[in-house]
């Protein structure tokens, strides 16, 4: 099973059979585990380069019980999960997965979610649209 984890005040850890693509296209890895920015401030995006610790990001991981991104929530249960850069957006995810809070209890799982990429959803770590009102830019 494909895994996502975010780390408290810092990246996503994800594992599994991965695909990660740039906002053109371009596939930038598919190594069984990356590291991704979550912070907004990596000069590496989409992968975390540590600068959420100089920046000061904090998140306690507090998943909301009740959200739910908007869509479906079977996945089959083997295969490639692609992760794609949005342009000054999030993390599309397409393909089985769960994501789980930083004790590693899966909260949530499904075959399609949007990962916040930019550091100020409310409900990370699911993208909520607060991308836009913060002008995040990044490829």
Known sequence: MNIVQ????????VSGE?????????????EP??????CGQSGNKPFCDDSH???GFRDAVN???DYRP????TAPPGGTLT?????????????????????????????QASLCRCGQSKMKPFCDGSHRAAGFQAD
């Open 70 to 73: 908007k869509a479906p929530e």
């Open 83 to 111: 992760l794609t850069a949005k342009a000054n957006g999030p993390l599309r995810c397409l393909g089985p997965l769960q994501v789980q809070d930083a004790a590693g209890k899966t909260v949530w799982s499904g075959a």
């Open 33 to 38: 585990e990356v590291w991704l920015c979550r």
């Open 63 to 65: 998943i909301p019980a």
């Open 6 to 13: 975010p780390q408290i005040d810092g990246p996503l850890q």
């Open 18 to 30: 991965l695909k990660v693509v740039g906002s053109d296209g371009q596939v930038l890895s598919s």
């Open 53 to 55: 610790v100089r920046a």
